[in-house]
């Protein structure tokens, strides 16, 4: 009799030993694709020409597989000088239209953060590298490895000469690392076209909240973003002849942001936990469940002590409270030296996770309101500017849904435990979109370990995570036609 947990047998246990025997190949694809500086942040041309040629290679890895692949043209981004830099089409792609299979489709991005080995990488962030078992280079964990290893579990049906158990529908960016631009409005434009076909999605832009258990994301948090301008004038003045007779910019948006959040990183906005969910018994029961590590955990983070001394506190601090961060200061001299300036114009930078049932605009109207309040009290003779700009919901998954049975069935399969129940303190805008605009169910299905360093130097993915990753997602695919 079937059991999920018995092993793989079958048909199961041929793509296996497949993906086991051509690993080495898969890696080498992978470091194929870290070659090319695909970095969406810095808007430079020549950065967006390397864009261009990592679209052509995923295109071609498409199409070798027998997908249909459009190119969807994403027009160009504008810059605030008033230039214009192209932003890479966006590849649509569909393998098999059964209408007796499901259609699965996967969300990924191949853009990567901006990388250079003097910021402290040990090895060339674009050559992968190995050691110990771990793929070092820029992109191997966000988002280049996962999306290959959907590739390579696919591929594997197709070398084998195997049917495969679901259509698979494709959706790559090249934008994500600068805010997924064209993506809503080509989401939108497509809802009664590519997606109308689509019954699941699935992502796998995030991590493990551990180093060896696998994990299943239910929920990420939101952001609203914030910049508080304060300016006296356009230019800068020398504190020698203007120091002591003004309202200086920098003190009053020093304590503009010194009003935010207090040392036990409580945010100080009246009423700003107001519409924040109760926690329930049966949620706290969840985080009990989670396999972390937190001497571990604050060791390999380098910091000496965290807020809350509890697994349970930490991640509900993480993931389902909102919490305030500042990020920084354009205009306020921040370089090495000791420069007499008094800056003339300001602005601070801070932004809100966000939490179930908190509600954007209430958000940006207390945040307003406080500020005012406190500006007011100082009586500056400064003009103070508050912009929200950015505002994204948090998301929270169905995971009744078939789509997450499924995958606990396949994590059962590979790595023979069940998965860590997780949420994701950052947010994937993208996962929110797809819920509301084709409303069919997302699901957060992560392959890297916790340590993997997205967005940091010696950023990694384990060879294991990518190998078991590619096992994971082809027999997650055969688990999606059981239940269909
Ligand atoms: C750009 N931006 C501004 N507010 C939120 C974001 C998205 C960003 N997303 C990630 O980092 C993905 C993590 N896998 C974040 O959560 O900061
Ligand atoms: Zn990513
Ligand atoms: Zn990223």
């Known amino acids: 009799m079937f059991s999920p947990s018995s092993p793989p047998t079958g048909l199961l246990e041929k793509v296996f030993q497949y993906i086991d025997l051509h690993q080495d190949e898969f890696v080498q694809t992978l470091k194929e694709w870290v070659a090319v500086e695909s970095d969406s942040v810095q ?12 679209t052509g290679l995923a295109a071609d890895r498409l199409r070798n597989l027998g997908a249909h692949v ?29 209408p007796k299979k499901p ?38 964990t966000d988002n280049k490895g996962p999306v290959l290893a959907w590739i390579n579990a696919v591929s594997t049906f197709r070398a084998l000469d195997e049917d495969l158990p679901v259509n698979v529908k494709f959706v790559i960016e090249g934008m ?52 508080v301008e304060v300016k006296c004038r356009d230019q800068d003045f020398h504190s020698g002849t203007f120091g002591g007779i003004l309202n200086e910019p920098m003190a009053d948006l ?14 100080l906005i009246p009423g700003i936990y107001d519409h924040v969910a109760p926690v329930t018994e049966e949620e706290k029961r969840t985080y009990e469940a989670i396999d972390l590590d937190l001497e571990e955990y604050r060791n390999s983070s380098q910091v000496k002590k965290f807020l809350f001394d509890t697994k349970e506190e ?47 605009s209430v958000v940006e109207k207390q945040v307003k309101q406080h500020l005012d309040y406190i500006f007011s009290k100082r009586n500056s003779s400064n003009q103070m500017t508050v912009s929200m700009t950015l505002g994204l919901h948090p998301w929270v998954a169905n995971i009744r849904d078939n789509q997450y049975l499924a995958a606990k069935r396949a994590i059962k399969t590979v790595f ?7 949420r994701d303190g950052s947010t994937i805008p993208i996962a929110k979109i797809f819920q509301d605009t084709i409303q069919k169910s997302v699901m957060m299905l992560p392959l890297g370990a916790v340590d993997d360093g997205e967005h940091s130097q010696k950023e990694k993915i384990n060879r294991w995570n990518y190998i078991e990753g590619s096992k994971l997602f082809a027999a997650f695919f055969l688990e999606m036609a059981k239940l269909h």
């Not at 250079?116 to 070092?136: A, I, M, N, S």
Request: glycine share 10%; net charge negative; with cysteine.
């Open 43 to 54: 808007p430079v041309l020549h950065l967006r020409r390397e864009l261009l040629r990592m």
């Open 70 to 98: 459009d190119l969807v043209d994403a027009g160009f981004q504008q810059l605030p000088d008033g230039q214009s830099l192209p932003i890479p089409p966006i590849i649509l792609a569909e393998l098999g239209n059964d």
């Open 103 to 140: 259609t699965v489709c996967f969300y990924g991005h191949l853009d990567v953060q901006p990388a250079r080995q003097e910021d402290g990488w040990v090895t060339d962030p674009h050559t992968l590298t190995e050691v110990d078992g771990k793929l070092y280079g820029r992109g191997t």
């Open 176 to 227: 994500e690392e600068a805010g997924s631009l064209a993506l809503e409005e080509l989401v939108q434009k497509e809802k009664a076209g590519f997606f109308s076909s689509v019954d699941y999605i699935v992502i796998s832009d995030n991590l493990w909240i551990s180093r060896r258990t696998p994990a299943l994301t239910c929920g990420t948090r939101g952001n609203s973003y914030f910049m």
């Open 254 to 267: 020093v304590a503009l942001l010194g009003s935010l959040v207090d040392s036990s990183g409580r945010i």
């Open 314 to 360: 930490l991640l509900m601090h993480l993931w389902r409270y909102p919490s305030l961060s500042i990020h920084g200061i354009e205009g306020a001299f921040h370089e090495p030296g000791a420069k007499t300036v008094i800056p003339g114009r300001v602005i601070g930078k801070f932004s809100i996770r966000l939490v179930p049932h908190m509600n954007i």
């Open 416 to 422: 023979g435990t069940e998965p860590d129940m997780i």
